[in-house]
């Protein structure tokens, strides 16, 4: 059974950083599509980061270029986003995501869509205070 959870989340000043986290049981992050969405209330889950198989490719949503960096640790098996200068337009429940099948590359890291992830950790919220 896969289970995913995340770790990290909590209260920021704008400009400032935090740095999430997602541990697997049962799941190895580097086999798979995997990535960091994030979703605010009233609005749609969103793409924030995403890597593929192999690590060789990552995506990441024009909001967040340059501030935000998404890793793989392959040793302890855990997934990480480093988010700096964080915004106000940046708070949400942030959510570590899985794809379900091996080595698959398709939309990964070109457009990612909530819809194509099967695993979903239970989220860790990110707040900015300006």
């Known amino acids: 059974q896969v289970q995913l959870v995340e770790s990290g989340g909590g209260s920021v000043q704008a400009g400032g950083s935090l740095r999430l986290s997602c541990a697997a049981s049962g799941y190895t992050f580097s086999r798979y599509c995997v990535g960091w969405f994030r979703q605010a209330p009233g609005k749609e889950r969103e793409g924030v980061a995403t890597?593929?198989?192999?690590?060789?490719?990552?995506y990441y949503a024009d909001s967040v270029k340059g501030r935000f960096t998404i890793s793989q640790d392959k040793v302890k098996n855990t997934l990480t986003l480093e988010m700096h200068n964080l915004k106000p337009e940046d708070p949400a429940m942030y959510y570590c995501a899985a794809d379900n099948i091996m080595w698959r590359s398709g939309t990964c890291t070109v457009s990612p869509a909530p819809g194509t992830f099967t695993y979903w950790g239970p989220g860790t919220q990110v707040t900015v205070s300006s």
């Open positions: 890597v593929d198989a192999g690590g060789l490719s990552t």
